[in-house]
């Protein structure tokens, strides 16, 4: 029954799509493949895309999402290399397609989807303007798209998300002018994604949630998380997005058992969190202990590995532990980070 049911609809948008309900099935099963963090059949079955559609773009695709979702996790751009090989086969694809007569709705699609996943790698490494005309080049395809299949509810995500984050980036560089606030109606078009889409509603679930939080409203943020976990237990993006909200919202005995249940061997950077929660709670020697496995188990470099251990020196001057403070925060001050080199200038003083 469940089989017949999605074998219908996958038949459906493909008539409002005008293109092959097989295709569409099984960048389906990827997507959940993706969502459920089952990165091996993942990468496999994209692989397996890749060669079987050459000018769909939907394997590049694919593999892409999963490179950036194992960034995500890590906190650091350790997958960029392959990312971008990914990111530029799924366009070169999608060219190739374009130039063919047919399928103008889904490869514009999917030349959308790719467009604002780079815009978001973009925004991580604070490249404001690039980001914003990357986001500008997606949202014209994603009209393409539209105007094509006015009934494929999945690219009203891409509208929902940078109505939204338009108006917070704009907010937060002075280079970008101020646009009008679309926010209230973005949220209902990221609403509508997550109750209708075809491809995209778990990740209109975890966009509603960081709004949500942006708009001071962290219960309706846990709501969004709690929905996901129930269907995708194993997600660690949705787990990690919770505890961040959680930490918000100063529920930090809460926040802490969350990224205590996390597996720090698939998610080194859960050390540092577990650092963060405890030192919230007045648990320095246990913080202290967690940065110090951040730096053992992660390995860190550069601003990253001075900001841990920093936090694990600061940790172990509150319970007066400062020998092996001193040497954390002169590991810290040769970095540059500037906070240690004051409270190493602290100590010296008599």
Same mark, same amino acid.
């Given at each position: 029954?469940?089989?017949?049911?999605?074998?219908? #609809?996958?038949?459906?948008?493909?008539?409002?799509?005008?293109?092959?309900?097989? +295709?569409?099935?099984?960048?389906?099963?990827?997507?959940?493949?993706?969502?459920?963090?089952?990165?091996?059949?993942?990468?496999?079955?994209?692989?397996?895309?890749?060669?079987?559609?050459?000018?769909?773009?939907?394997?590049?695709?694919?593999?892409?999402?999963?490179?950036?979702?194992?960034? #995500?996790?890590?906190?650091?751009?350790?997958?960029?290399?392959?990312?971008? +090989?990914?990111? /530029?086969?799924?366009?070169?694809?999608?060219?190739?397609?374009?130039?063919?007569?047919?399928?103008?709705?889904?490869?514009?699609?999917?030349?959308?989807?790719?467009?604002?996943?780079?815009?978001?790698?973009?925004?991580?490494?604070?490249?404001?303007?690039?980001?914003?005309?990357?986001?500008?080049?997606?949202?014209?395809?994603?009209?393409?798209? +539209?105007?094509?299949?006015?009934?494929?509810?999945?690219?009203?995500?891409?509208?929902?998300?940078?109505?939204?984050?338009?108006?917070?980036?704009?907010?937060?560089?002075?280079?970008?002018?101020?646009?009008?606030?679309?926010?209230?109606?973005? =949220?209902?078009?990221?609403?509508?994604?997550?109750?209708?889409?075809?491809?995209?509603?778990?990740?209109?679930?975890?966009?509603?949630?960081?709004?949500?939080?942006?708009?001071?409203?962290?219960?309706?943020?846990?709501?969004?998380? /709690?929905?996901?976990?129930?269907?995708?237990?194993?997600?660690?993006?949705?787990?990690?997005?919770?505890?961040?909200?959680?930490?918000?919202?100063?529920?930090?005995?809460?926040?802490?058992?969350?990224?205590?249940?996390?597996?720090?061997?698939?998610?080194?950077?859960?050390?540092?969190?577990?650092?963060?929660?405890?030192?919230?709670?007045?648990?320095?020697?246990?913080?202290?202990?967690?940065?110090?496995?951040?730096?053992?188990? /992660?390995?860190?470099?550069?601003?990253?590995?001075?900001?841990?251990?920093?936090?694990?020196?600061?940790?172990?001057?509150?319970? @007066?532990?400062?020998?092996?403070?001193?040497?954390? =925060?002169?590991?810290?001050? @040769?970095?540059?980070?500037?906070?240690?080199?004051?409270?190493?200038?602290?100590?010296?003083?008599?």
């Amino acid at each position: 029954m469940i089989l017949a049911v999605a074998v219908a #609809f996958a038949l459906d948008l493909a008539v409002e799509l005008r293109t092959d309900p097989t +295709k569409l099935s099984l960048a389906q099963v990827g997507v959940e493949h993706l969502y459920a963090r089952r990165y091996p059949e993942a990468q496999r079955h994209f692989e397996d895309l890749r060669t079987r559609y050459p000018t769909s773009g939907i394997g590049p695709l694919g593999l892409a999402i999963l490179y950036q979702e194992r960034n #995500f996790e890590h906190e650091d751009l350790r997958y960029a290399a392959p990312y971008e +090989k990914a990111r /530029d086969a799924c366009r070169a694809q999608v060219a190739e397609g374009m130039a063919i007569p047919g399928d103008e709705a889904f490869e514009s699609f999917v030349l959308a989807a790719v467009l604002g996943l780079d815009a978001i790698d973009l925004l991580r490494r604070e490249s404001w303007l690039a980001a914003l005309a990357r986001a500008y080049d997606g949202m014209h395809m994603l009209e393409r798209t +539209k105007a094509a299949a006015p009934r494929f509810v999945d690219p009203l995500l891409g509208d929902g998300i940078f109505y939204y984050w338009r108006t917070l980036v704009a907010r937060r560089s002075p280079l970008i002018p101020n646009f009008q606030d679309r926010r209230a109606e973005a =949220l209902g078009l990221m609403q509508r994604v997550e109750a209708e889409g075809a491809f995209l509603g778990p990740g209109a679930s975890l966009a509603l949630a960081y709004a949500w939080l942006e708009e001071g409203r962290p219960e309706l943020a846990l709501a969004q998380t /709690d929905r996901l976990a129930r269907r995708y237990p194993g997600n660690v993006l949705n787990q990690v997005s919770r505890y961040e909200i959680l930490l918000a919202a100063q529920r930090y005995d809460e926040a802490l058992g969350v990224v205590l249940a996390l597996d720090a061997g698939v998610v080194p950077r859960v050390h540092f969190h577990r650092g963060v929660a405890y030192g919230r709670l007045g648990r320095w020697s246990e913080a202290a202990e967690a940065y110090e496995s951040f730096l053992r188990a /992660d390995a860190p470099t550069g601003d990253r590995r001075a900001q841990a251990a920093y936090r694990a020196g600061d940790a172990w001057l509150r319970v @007066g532990r400062r020998d092996r403070a001193e040497v954390l =925060l002169v590991e810290a001050a @040769g970095l540059g980070h500037r906070p240690a080199r004051d409270r190493l200038k602290k100590l010296d003083s008599p």
